[in-house]
């Protein structure tokens, strides 16, 4: 079965078709939402809301944690992490959509570990690829087959949010080689790395990051939600498209 994480812009999965709902708890607090335990395809699938149901739970104040482990105990095969970015990139314009195969972690504060507290013992995962390349293969494979364009490469930026950032840390972030920035892509990868869940993010790219493009005089949050809202069709079709190639 695979996991579905749904970032800004998709709270819900409109055509999944819901079985289950399944509040659950872990031994690091609650997840974000209920578990949502359907079909999506005709194949089995969890979504998640990781904002919660209601995107009242900012990127910082996420429980990453409770989220990864409870789609773990779900015993989910692979997650999809749909996420909202700016990008810093010309050629990258909002409501394109890419696949990050690179993340620079800009987050502090968060919980961002299994592998502390009592009795615990330190451990140290291997993160040269954050991304799962066979996962990121059959999403790219699924867009390609549909004719849907899924940029893919970037390294995805995560900040600490969330606010915006400002023109002067854009900047800072594409020398130090960024293509977009988002606020929650950590510690979430690192997370599903730590439970050997294959994990691959979708970015859907909602707006030129500060003084950038059309940006350069201030982001629109208006103008966001437009574009989040038309290219979720776009993410629900290269999903369908993926889950309809399984086996
Ligand atoms: N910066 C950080 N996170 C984001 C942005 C942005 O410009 N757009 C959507 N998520």
Do not use: C
């Amino acid at each position: 079965m695979l996991a579905i994480i749904g970032g800004s812009g998709l709270t819900q999965l409109a055509k999944l078709e819901v079985g289950q709902r399944k509040v659950v708890s872990t031994p690091y607090g609650e997840p974000s939402a209920a578990l949502s335990f359907g079909h999506f395809a005709g194949r089995p699938v969890v979504f998640l809301a990781r904002h919660g149901d209601q995107h009242s739970i900012p990127p910082h104040q996420v429980n990453y944690r409770a989220n990864l482990w409870a789609l773990a105990e779900a015993r989910v095969l692979g997650i999809v992490a749909v996420a909202a970015v700016g990008s810093i990139r010309s050629d990258l314009r909002p409501g394109d959509l890419v696949l990050p195969d690179q993340i620079i972690d800009y987050t502090w504060g968060r919980p961002s570990t299994f592998h502390e507290g009592p009795g615990a013992v330190v451990a140290h995962i291997d993160f040269t690829e954050p991304y799962d390349q066979a996962l990121r293969r059959r999403l790219l494979d699924a867009a390609a087959t549909i004719g849907i364009r899924l940029g893919a490469a970037a390294v995805y930026a995560a900040t600490q949010g969330p606010r915006l950032e400002s023109a002067a840390e854009i900047n800072r972030l594409e020398r130090d080689g960024a293509d977009v920035v988002g606020m929650t892509g950590m510690p979430e990868a690192a997370l599903a790395r730590e439970l050997a869940l294959p994990y691959a993010a979708l970015n859907v790219v909602a707006n030129y990051a500060a003084g950038r493009g059309d940006d350069r005089g201030g982001i629109s949050l208006e103008a966001i939600h437009a574009v989040l809202a038309a290219s979720m069709q776009q993410v629900h079709a290269i999903i369908e498209a993926m889950l309809r190639d399984d086996e």
